[in-house]
């Protein structure tokens, strides 16, 4: 695979990886009998880890490089959306939300460094197609969450078979 195809492809885990857990915050809400205060705290808590894991990505970066710690985040973040599925209480889905934002969050700053990266030594900007293929895959994701839901798929289900194929696009890139 190209440098361009393999940090869009991680680009590409990472919106679909925030649209299936997106699409299933309803069924999360109802699932635990989330008040809303709660639910605001569990989104706070993604947010809030999400933003603490910058520093530690730029870090990460400096001594490992931006392809290196995109591909392990890619993993993390695959392994921490398949944990969230499993949330039997509020507490443990806070946990989980905060593994989870901490590993987009990290690979956000860390995928962002490898466009840069492979941007430079291209001959054509890149970034915002990379942006565009984080967007659409967000999308395909919530729309691959409705059609989950449609036909029944608990969230456990759903989430393990977006990390299956996703686990193959990773393994690629």
């Not at 695979?1 to 492809?9: F, L, N």
């Not at 520093?55 to 995109?70: F, I, K």
Request: glycine letters at 10%; aromatic letters at 10%.
């Amino acid at each position: 695979m190209t440098p361009y195809g393999a940090v869009a492809t991680i680009f590409a885990i990472s919106g679909a990886s925030f649209g299936t857990w997106a699409s299933r915050i309803p069924t999360f809400k109802n699932q635990l009998d989330l008040e809303p205060a709660q639910l605001g705290t569990i989104l706070s808590v993604l947010a809030l880890a999400s933003i603490a894991s910058f520093p530690l990505a730029g870090r990460a970066m400096d001594l490992y490089g931006p392809t290196r710690v995109s591909k392990y985040l890619a993993w993390s973040t695959l392994a921490s959306l398949t944990l969230t599925s499993f949330a039997p209480t509020s507490w443990f889905l806070t946990l989980s939300v905060a593994v989870l934002g901490a590993s987009i969050g990290a690979l956000d700053v860390a995928m962002n460094g490898w466009g840069a990266e492979v941007e430079r030594r291209g001959v054509k900007l890149i970034m915002s197609s990379l942006h565009a293929y984080w967007s659409l895959s967000a999308g395909i994701g919530a729309l691959v969450g409705l059609t989950a839901i449609r036909f029944g798929f608990s969230v456990e289900q759903h989430f393990l078979l977006v990390v299956l194929i996703m686990s193959g696009f990773a393994g690629l890139a």
